[in-house]
């Protein structure tokens, strides 16, 4: 993928609680060490976070319990005041907002959709999705048209006047991404939106995730604590621990290339076919035979089948149809047995 | 003082500190025993207050009224316009309301007044609140509801009742709108939360009584004063659950609208109010029953209906209209109870249904509604010419005073002997020792042993506020009178916890029982306090004796509830480690369930302490010597400094009892390593 335009940009982003959390950033030069902030009394959330997203990217942040992830996502869009660092949106620098722009760029331009969803008990699906916009002043009949697409995006068509305690999990948390789209943020935030729900329900979820982002190409920030979740979705992750970054990367980056030995525990047990794309194992150059052809940045889980019954190499193919190298079965056969 | 506080977190502080306190405990008790035997000879100072070391308090407080009436000025006005500006807020609605529901609409006054509309026939009043009941609980609650209002007026108490109804309807809104507006602020404002909780709790503990003296100065004797005192009696608690419901909205809604771009009033109205409305309900009801109650007993400063009945049956000791006016006062709690716990109950659903007929015409979206309005119009037009169906024919009245009067009588006549037998011994045994021994007991004894109390359980903070307070009480005088409450309100959760910790035992294990025992103690704590007299002074006459039937009556609900609850938590799995290692039935109870039931029993006990308390005051009127006698004799005089002095005095009680109760529950979930309370 071409390198695109960042989105977002946190630079050296510190969200530290207690009192007097700025000057004491301010008077270590920006980076207090352990001893400085316990002797201030002060416990750091988010310590020292650069990233980017990029434009139309899933960037997913991973972490456990505790290692600051939710208070990340939650600098970014301001709902809670960062220590030091600077927050860029489209190039602005958030931090200098007045909370009146604040109301105008939440209301236009970010989503978000929450792990216990949200929703409001006293309003029916369609007045939960109509919600951001009825905020927003927009008259009865423009809101609740708008409403219905989503709901219909979401496939809940038909329980629009139900009220959420009617609904089930999954079904609430199509609710909530509706109501997150419905004023096509730019930016769509998305906190654990999946770890409320039963494991098959997560499954399908994610799958109608992934076929909404297919369509709708959002700038996402997606948090997750489920480290299946974030290979499966994202196109890159950064792994989180103890309020700092470990590593950010793609997928195959993580598992192939750990920088920290926090990082290599978690990928250890990932299989590997799971991550790697074809071109990672293909033969640059080489010819494949027959008119059958694989694409390079498919993963190797998902050609495994068709390449069984291959007894000559196949041909690899980029995003253009060009073909720019060939993978024998042998070699797929390799990743998988590594488990 | 680090270290005597660690107390708190039980640090190994080693023996010397544990040998410490013991110390002191002995110290205190062996100081307070000697004064107790001998103090009088070498220290009458230390006994009895000495008088000439009070506090002129009473003295200062009344000169402040007095000021504030005739000489306070905010400059374009006078406190006095105030007072009257605001009465006059009241009594407009007020007005209306009586007039609708009791009095009819006149033009002019006295006996020239012209009626030119009559109140609502007692039909429509009664469709009206049966068609509340269908649309907040359904059709048995729709029964339920008119038949409690039928018998208002088949029982001859309709016109009474509805003065008390009109009162309730002008207290309940501008109590709640109050409480709702206090509540967000305080929840806005930690500090002004800060500011307001000391008076909160002083407001919710200084006895009804004493709420009635400054207001019975300020607004004068009449339905608005007595509106008014209902009106801040009932608001505290909806201040408190106000702010309580609002912390209580997950803070993924209030991310919620922030993110969706909410201004300040949007969040407030289309977010967090919406979302914490199950709890905000909760506190409606509350203030509802809470009007309730002191409407009664505001008729002592003029509110008139169902309260003036009783007081006057009381004072006459005319058993039979008592009892019956006692009987309308439950069934109208009873029936208001139920409609309001129905709407806090279900309030989706009607949304829901509302939602889904939007577009519906009127009849079909507001059925209830639209009956209603048809049944006020109908009845009000044939009432015109038809009068049974405009107010209730007396002769059609049932009575059932004199059967009352009959069973009175029969107990009296067969069984005075043995109740007096009873009673006598109780009183030649029990009570007047007690009360003797609690009246001799040194005061500074007893202040250093409270002080120590307070230090033990929680630290410094509370030992100085327990001390503090409880020589406030002996510096204004009020020692002597104090004590006596002690004694009444000692004795009455004695017997309370005899009755009740058993009841609680038997019923916690038994499903069926503890239904049983469920809806009798809801009843129970629905009835308004007043009510709990009638029948006990018609059997015991009047008393120590029959207050302290009255306070048991009325405070037993709390330590039964808290026992059930805490024994029926008990996680199942411990008594089944307790089965598996051969525990006889007795064992587990006693070893296990009633041992981790202990900070919630403590705490019932503590609920109890603080309705008995209450209940004590209002037993002046059956003859108690207690601080509750001195604020009602401050009432008859319109005495404001003697009112609100014995009224703190009592407020000090009940904190004093409240704070070290609370401090002991703590101690215990601490050291049984359960969660901390959540604030009941």
């Given at each position: 993928m071409a390198a695109a335009e960042a989105k977002l940009v946190c630079q050296s982003v510190w969200k530290v609680y207690g009192a007097r959390d700025r000057e004491v950033i301010a008077l270590?030069?920006?980076?207090?060490?352990?001893?400085?902030?316990?002797?201030?009394?002060?416990?750091?959330?988010?310590?020292?976070?650069?990233?980017?997203?990029?434009?139309?990217?899933?960037?997913?942040?991973?972490?456990?319990?505790?290692?600051?992830?939710?208070t990340l996502v939650r600098c970014m869009s301001r709902l809670v005041e960062p220590s030091a660092g600077r927050i860029l949106f489209a190039g602005r620098d958030l931090l200098n907002a007045t909370p009146r722009e604040m109301i105008d760029i939440r209301r236009h331009r970010m989503g978000m959709v929450f792990q216990h969803f949200a929703l409001l008990p006293h309003l029916s699906v369609l007045g939960n999705v109509a919600f951001p916009l009825e905020v927003q002043g927009i008259g009865h009949a423009a809101r609740e048209r708008r409403a219905l697409d989503m709901i219909e995006l979401v496939g809940l068509d038909g329980r629009e006047n139900d009220y959420p305690n009617q609904l089930s999990g999954g079904q609430q948390q199509r609710v909530g991404i509706a109501r997150s789209l419905a004023v096509?943020?730019?930016?769509?935030?998305?906190?654990?939106?999946?770890?409320?729900?039963?494991?098959?329900?997560?499954?399908?979820?994610?799958?109608?995730?992934?076929?909404?982002?297919?369509?709708?190409?959002?700038?996402?920030?997606?948090?997750?604590?489920?480290f299946d979740e974030a290979i499966r979705l994202a196109d890159r992750i950064a792994i989180m621990k103890d309020g700092r970054i470990e590593q950010t990367g793609t997928p195959e980056d993580l598992v192939m290339r750990p920088a920290t030995p926090y990082v290599a525990e978690f990928t250890r047990d990932v299989p590997k076919a799971k991550v790697l794309t074809v071109a990672s194992i293909m033969q640059p150059g080489g010819v494949g035979e027959g008119t059958d052809t694989i694409r390079a940045d498919a993963k190797i889980v998902a050609v495994a089948a068709r390449l069984r019954e291959a007894t000559a190499p196949v041909a690899v193919v980029d995003a253009a149809g060009v073909r720019v190298g060939s993978v024998a079965r042998d070699a797929v056969v390799d990743v998988l047995l590594r488990g | 003082?680090?270290?005597?506080?660690?107390?708190?977190?039980?640090?190994?502080?080693?023996?010397?500190?544990?040998s410490a306190i013991r110390l002191a405990w002995l110290a205190v008790l062996g100081a307070t025993i000697l004064l107790w035997v001998a103090g009088?000879?070498?220290?009458?100072?230390?006994?009895?207050?000495?008088?000439?070391?009070?506090?002129?308090?009473?003295?200062?407080?009344?000169?402040?009224?007095?000021?504030?009436?005739?000489?306070?000025?905010?400059?374009?006005?006078?406190?006095?316009?105030?007072?009257?500006?605001?009465?006059?807020?009241?009594?407009?609605?007020?007005?209306?309301?009586?007039?609708?529901?009791?009095?009819?609409?006149?033009?002019?006054?006295?006996?020239?007044?012209?009626?030119?509309?009559?109140?609502?026939?007692?039909?429509?009043?009664?469709?009206?609140?049966?068609?509340?009941?269908?649309?907040?609980?359904?059709?048995?609650?729709?029964?339920f509801v008119s038949a409690c209002f039928l018998y208002l007026?088949?029982?001859?108490?309709?016109?009474?009742?509805?003065?008390?109804?009109?009162?309730?309807?002008?207290?309940?809104?501008?109590?709640?709108?109050?409480?709702?507006?206090?509540?967000?602020?305080?929840?806005?404002?930690?500090?002004?939360?800060?500011?307001?909780?000391?008076?909160?709790?002083?407001?919710?503990?200084?006895?009804?009584?004493?709420?009635?003296?400054?207001?019975?100065?300020?607004?004068?004797?009449?339905?608005?004063?007595?509106?008014?005192?209902?009106?801040?009696?009932?608001?505290?608690?909806?201040?408190?659950?106000?702010?309580?419901?609002?912390?209580?909205?997950?803070?993924?809604?209030?991310?919620?609208?922030?993110?969706?771009?909410?201004?300040?009033?949007?969040?407030?109205?289309?977010?967090?109010?919406?979302?914490?409305r199950p709890g905000l309900m909760v506190g409606v009801n509350q203030v509802i029953m809470l009007s309730l109650n002191m409407v009664i007993i505001a008729s002592m400063i003029g509110a008139g209906g169902l309260g003036f009945d009783v007081l006057a049956a009381l004072r006459r000791l005319d058993i039979g209209a008592g009892i019956e006016a006692g009987v309308a006062i439950v069934v109208l709690a009873v029936a208001l109870d139920r409609l309001s716990q129905a709407f806090a109950v279900d309030t989706e659903t009607r949304s829901r249904l509302a939602a889904l007929k939007r577009s519906a015409p009127l009849v079909e979206r507001l059925p209830n509604l639209v009956t209603a309005l048809a049944v006020i119009l109908a009845a009000g037009v044939v009432g015109l010419f038809v009068a049974p169906v405009q107010s209730y024919p007396a002769a059609w009245n049932l009575t059932t005073g004199s059967f009352w009067e009959n069973v009175v009588g029969w107990i009296n006549v067969n069984y005075f002997d043995q109740i007096d037998a009873?009673?006598?011994?109780?009183?030649?045994?029990?009570?007047?020792?007690?009360?003797?021994?609690?009246?001799?007991?040194?005061?500074?004894?007893?202040?250093?042993?409270?002080?120590?109390?307070?230090?033990?359980?929680?630290?410094?903070?509370?030992?100085?506020?327990?001390?503090?307070?409880?020589?406030?009480?002996?510096?204004?005088?009020?020692?002597?009178?104090?004590?006596?409450?002690?004694?009444?309100?000692?004795?009455?959760?004695?017997?309370?916890?005899?009755?009740?910790?058993?009841?609680?035992?038997?019923?916690?294990?038994?499903?069926?029982?503890?239904?049983?025992?469920?809806?009798?103690?809801?009843?129970?704590?629905?009835?308004?306090?007043?009510?709990?007299?009638?029948?006990?002074?018609?059997?015991?006459?009047?008393?120590?004796?029959?207050?302290i039937l009255a306070v048991v009556a009325y405070a037993v609900a709390p330590v039964i509830r808290y026992t059930a609850l805490g024994i029926r938590r008990v996680d199942p799995q411990l008594v089944e480690a307790g089965i598996v290692s051969g525990c006889t039935p007795f064992q587990i109870l006693t070893k296990i369930k009633l041992?981790?039931?202990?900070?919630?029993?403590?705490?019932?006990?503590?609920?109890?302490?603080?309705?008995?308390l209450s209940m004590v005051v209002i037993t002046a009127l059956v003859g108690t010597r207690d601080l509750g006698q001195e604020v009602y004799i401050a009432l008859t005089k319109a005495d404001v400094g003697r009112g609100i002095v014995a009224g703190l005095a009592v407020a000090f009680l009940a904190i004093i009892a409240d704070r070290l109760l609370t401090a002991a529950a703590e101690r215990l979930r601490f050291r049984f390593g359960l969660a901390p309370a959540v604030a009941a």
């Open positions: 270590s030069g920006g980076a207090p060490d352990d001893a400085t902030l316990a002797a201030a009394r002060l416990i750091p959330a988010v310590r020292d976070v650069t990233l980017d997203v990029r434009e139309g990217e899933i960037f997913v942040i991973m972490g456990l319990s505790g290692s600051g992830k939710s096509e943020p730019e930016l769509w935030f998305l906190d654990e939106p999946f770890s409320a729900l039963d494991p098959l329900i997560r499954r399908e979820m994610q799958d109608e995730f992934l076929r909404l982002q297919n369509t709708l190409r959002k700038t996402i920030v997606f948090i997750t604590h489920d | 003082m680090a270290l005597s506080t660690s107390i708190d977190t039980h640090a190994p502080t080693g023996p010397l500190r544990l009088d000879r070498f220290a009458p100072w230390a006994v009895a207050y000495p008088r000439a070391w009070q506090i002129p308090a009473m003295q200062w407080i009344s000169a402040v009224m007095e000021w504030l009436v005739r000489r306070a000025h905010f400059g374009l006005f006078t406190f006095t316009d105030l007072t009257r500006g605001l009465a006059a807020i009241i009594e407009v609605p007020y007005r209306a309301v009586l007039s609708l529901l009791s009095t009819g609409f006149r033009i002019g006054e006295g006996s020239n007044a012209i009626p030119i509309l009559p109140p609502l026939s007692w039909i429509a009043v009664t469709v009206t609140a049966g068609l509340l009941g269908l649309y907040s609980g359904g059709r048995r609650l729709a029964l007026a088949v029982f001859g108490q309709w016109q009474s009742a509805m003065v008390t109804l009109a009162s309730i309807l002008i207290a309940v809104p501008f109590g709640v709108a109050g409480g709702l507006m206090l509540g967000l602020a305080g929840y806005r404002w930690p500090a002004f939360e800060r500011a307001m909780r000391p008076v909160l709790d002083l407001m919710q503990t200084v006895p009804v009584f004493a709420y009635l003296v400054p207001i019975l100065f300020l607004f004068g004797f009449g339905p608005v004063s007595s509106v008014v005192a209902t009106i801040v009696y009932a608001m505290p608690p909806m201040v408190r659950i106000t702010i309580l419901a609002l912390r209580g909205v997950p803070a993924e809604i209030r991310d919620l609208g922030a993110m969706t771009g909410c201004t300040r009033r949007q969040l407030t109205w289309k977010i967090l109010l919406p979302a914490a009873f009673k006598n011994m109780l009183l030649l045994n029990v009570l007047v020792p007690t009360k003797r021994f609690l009246g001799e007991l040194p005061w500074l004894g007893i202040v250093a042993i409270l002080a120590l109390a307070g230090f033990a359980l929680s630290g410094l903070r509370l030992a100085i506020l327990c001390a503090v307070l409880s020589l406030l009480i002996a510096a204004t005088g009020q020692w002597e009178k104090a004590m006596i409450t002690v004694y009444l309100c000692g004795i009455s959760v004695f017997f309370a916890c005899l009755i009740g910790v058993p009841v609680a035992i038997f019923a916690a294990s038994r499903e069926g029982a503890w239904r049983i025992v469920q809806g009798v103690i809801d009843t129970l704590q629905t009835l308004p306090s007043f009510v709990y007299l009638i029948p006990v002074v018609m059997l015991f006459r009047v008393g120590d004796f029959t207050a041992k981790l039931a202990l900070p919630e029993i403590v705490l019932g006990l503590n609920q109890t302490i603080m309705l008995s």
